[in-house]
């Protein structure tokens, strides 16, 4: 199971997101489709009654959806996602920079 899966799962069933929202985790750190759906849901229904969803609301909207069983602690997974954002945002900055390298060195041939 990837990170994001566990994070989510620890989360409902610990039924506390305060370590995710110290962190500043949000919607834009999920990149699994389906992950980034079940946060909004879990997020959004947190700010309007004050708890996290039950799995019984959660299925309610997402039926597939299934917890999955986390032995490691939630700040242990909150690191691990930081660290794959991270990577992630190191891998896009390099393949700008390429990008933009390419382009650069394509414009100087032209000018020579």
């Known amino acids: 199971m990837n990170i994001e899966s566990k994070l989510l799962s620890k989360s409902i069933e ?3 997101l305060a370590p995710l929202f110290e962190r500043n985790i949000n919607e834009s750190w999920f990149t699994d489709p389906d992950n980034k759906k079940i946060w909004l849901l879990v997020r959004d229904h947190f700010f309007k009654y ?7 609301v959660i ?3 997402y039926p597939n959806y299934k917890l999955i069983e986390v032995s490691d602690s ?5 690191d691990e996602i930081v660290s794959k954002r991270r990577e992630f945002r190191s891998e896009e900055h390099t393949s ?3 990008s933009q390298f390419r382009i650069s060195y394509a414009v100087f041939c032209l000018k020579k």
Do not use: A, K
């Open 14 to 16: 610990s039924r506390s």
């Open 50 to 56: 004050g708890e996290v969803p039950s799995l019984d």
């Open 59 to 61: 299925q309610s909207n």
């Open 74 to 78: 939630i700040d242990y997974l909150i």
């Open 96 to 98: 700008e920079l390429q």
